[in-house]
């Protein structure tokens, strides 16, 4: 009689675990910026350190989690398609060379929420939609993993 409830408890916990594993991520920035919308291409370019401007107007801040943060892990490998590992080389091939900086860390999630509310040239991702109405969703990217 135990053992079907086991069965069907650990079926739930995996499916949580995965649920859980594959997450959506919102790339947000204040709400005084002009932009409404951003391609991931333009995501791309900014949070790799390409381009430092939103559009063709605004000066961009990218901000970043921490190196070992799950969520960043997610968020690049979404965004680009590459590890944690590929990112942190190529992060570390370039500023080696000085062609270019990495965005700037910041502690958390709320860390990147406040940091966009201070300063409005700031960009940053989230791993749940924001409810504070000084963000604005720029860009949803999904996560396929």
């Known amino acids: 009689m135990w053992r ?3 069965i069907c408890l650990l ?4 499916l949580t675990a995965a649920a859980a594993a594959h997450a959506d991520f919102y790339v947000v920035v204040h709400t ?7 391609s991931q291409r333009d995501a791309v370019d ?3 350190g390409r381009h430092r401007s939103l559009g063709n107007t605004s000066a961009a801040q990218p901000l970043d989690l921490p190196k070992d943060s799950p969520a960043r892990a997610g968020f690049f490998r979404a965004l680009t398609g590459m590890s ?4 942190n080389s190529y992060w570390a091939r370039l500023t080696f060379t000085g062609r270019t900086t990495p ?6 999630e709320a860390a990147v929420s406040e940091a966009i ?3 409005a040239a700031a960009i940053g991702y989230l791993s ?3 409810a504070d109405p000084h963000l604005r969703v720029v860009l949803v990217i999904k996560d396929a993993h």
């Open 4 to 6: 079907p409830v086991r």
């Open 11 to 14: 079926g739930v916990l995996i």
């Open 32 to 38: 005084s910026q002009p932009v409404r919308d951003l």
């Open 46 to 48: 900014l949070f790799m």
């Open 84 to 87: 944690l590992a590929q990112i």
């Open 103 to 108: 965005p700037l860390t910041v502690a958390s």
């Open 117 to 119: 509310k201070r300063n």
């Open 128 to 130: 749940t939609e924001p």
